[in-house]
Every structure is written in C-alpha cells, then in structure tokens.
C-alpha cells in the first residue's frame, strides 16, 4: 500500500488534508486527471496513423488503469480495508475493468456518434463525459461499496454523508 506520509508544519499529513475533501471532489479531479490523460494518449496516438477509433480505444484502456490506481488511493480510500490482500486487489481491479467495459461501450458509441458531427478532440470529450456519470455510480454502489467490518470508514468532508 503506498501512503503519502510527508509532515506539514501544522502537524498534519497531506494524505489526511485529502481525505477531507468531499469524496464528489476528489472523484472529479481523479476523473480529469485520466480524463486528460486520456486525451492526450489519443492525439498522440492518432498522430501514428492509426485510426481515430482504434486511437481511442487505446488511450481509453490506458487511462482506465491509472484511473483505477488514483481512485482507489484518492477517491475511495476510506472505504478499502486498511491492509489489503492481493486478492482483494485483484478483485477490485477486475471489477473495475468489468465495469469499464460498459463504460467503453458509452464512450465508444458517443465517440463514433460524436464524431460525425464535431471535432475529434472534442468528440473525446464529450464521451469522457458520457462515461464518467457510469463511473461514478457503479463505483459507488459495487466496486468500492462501503462493507461493515472492512472499510476504513469516512474520510470527512462536508458531503462525506451522501449516499455515495
């Protein structure tokens, strides 16, 4: 388990500082980091002559992996068991990857559609977008669900309390 651990001159850690943003926050800036990756992945990758499609295909499997590593540190943190297994962690990433295969299906079709009618670029982003509503719920309710006895519990932050 990595855990930021650097001391700040008022005591506290900047891991702790995290955790006390609201998880919807956290959520956002962890989906525009991958989101963004995501993007560039797909300029870079179109520019090698393969196809806008298969371009972003790619740049979306990519940026799905680091997705998964930054919301399990960042987003979800609170509710992953303070020691976790290997097959815990292997149970959360193949959840993840199952769930971003609906997620695919959402951003490939926006994309294509999207695609007909705007900017590639622009295209991506609206997909992105498209996928991220998914994201957010099926990670909330099944792949990083609150578990009694395992979770670390809540993290803080003033809309810690939503259902999410």
């Known amino acids: 388990m990595v855990e930021l651990r650097t001391k700040r001159r008022d005591g506290g850690t900047i891991s702790g500082n995290v955790y006390r943003i609201p998880r919807v926050f956290r959520f956002l800036c ?11 992945l797909l300029y870079v990758i179109q520019l090698s002559g393969i196809p806008k499609l298969l371009a972003n295909f790619f740049a979306f499997e990519i940026s799905t992996q680091v997705n998964f590593g930054l919301s399990y540190l960042i987003t979800w943190y609170d509710r992953t068991p303070e020691r976790p297994t290997l097959r815990y962690l292997i149970g959360r990433l193949l959840g993840f990857n ?61 809309l810690s309390r939503w259902p999410f």
Request: proline letters at 0%; glycine letters at 10%.
């Open 98 to 158: 199952g769930m971003a295969v609906t997620t695919l299906i959402i951003n490939m079709s926006v994309f294509a559609l999207m695609l007909m009618y705007v900017h590639f670029m622009i295209a991506g982003a609206l997909a992105i977008l498209a996928a991220a509503t998914t994201n957010f719920i099926v990670s909330s309710r099944i792949i990083f669900r609150r578990r009694k006895g395992f979770s670390r519990g809540t993290t803080g932050g003033s």
């Open 30 to 40: 962890v989906g525009a980091v991958a989101s963004l990756l995501q993007l560039a």
